[in-house]
């Protein structure tokens, strides 16, 4: 599946943003979708992910700020991020993965497909 997310941009500390990915295919409701991000100097880390019955999860440090969605009918996931801080700035990259275990959800090399990134900078 190929994938191309957007949405970034910059942001004051507190404010909201509303990232989106796109997918190709015809099977897109399979998918396991999931946010990741990339911050200079870090590791690549998990944000949220989305199952496909509709099954969330997420990072500790965004749980109740950010809500991770699908529409599966525009084969699209939606990232909402709420109240942002600037621990928040970093690129994030949408993943898919149909056959990922629920225990490697978060982990970077159980996806092979990949977006491009967009960067999030959230001011102080």
């Known amino acids: 599946v190929q994938l191309q997310a957007s949405g970034g941009g910059l942001v004051q500390a507190g404010g909201s943003l509303r990232l989106s990915c796109a997918a190709s295919?015809?099977?897109?409701?399979?998918?396991?979708m999931t946010w990741f991000r990339h911050a200079p100097g870090k590791q690549r880390e998990f944000v949220a992910a989305?199952?496909?019955?509709?099954?969330?999860y997420y990072a500790d440090s965004v749980k109740g700020r950010f809500t991770i969605s699908r529409d599966n009918a525009k084969n699209t996931v939606f990232l909402q991020m709420n109240t942002l801080k600037p621990e928040d700035t970093a690129v994030y990259f949408c993943?898919?993965?149909?056959?990922?275990?629920?225990?490697?959800?978060?982990?970077?090399?159980?996806?092979?497909?990949w977006g491009q990134g967009t960067q999030v900078t959230v001011s102080s």
């Open positions: 295919g015809r099977t897109f409701s399979g998918y396991t």
């Open positions: 993943a898919a993965s149909h056959s990922v275990i629920l225990s490697a959800v978060g982990v970077v090399g159980a996806y092979k497909d």
């Open positions: 989305i199952r496909k019955g509709g099954f969330t």
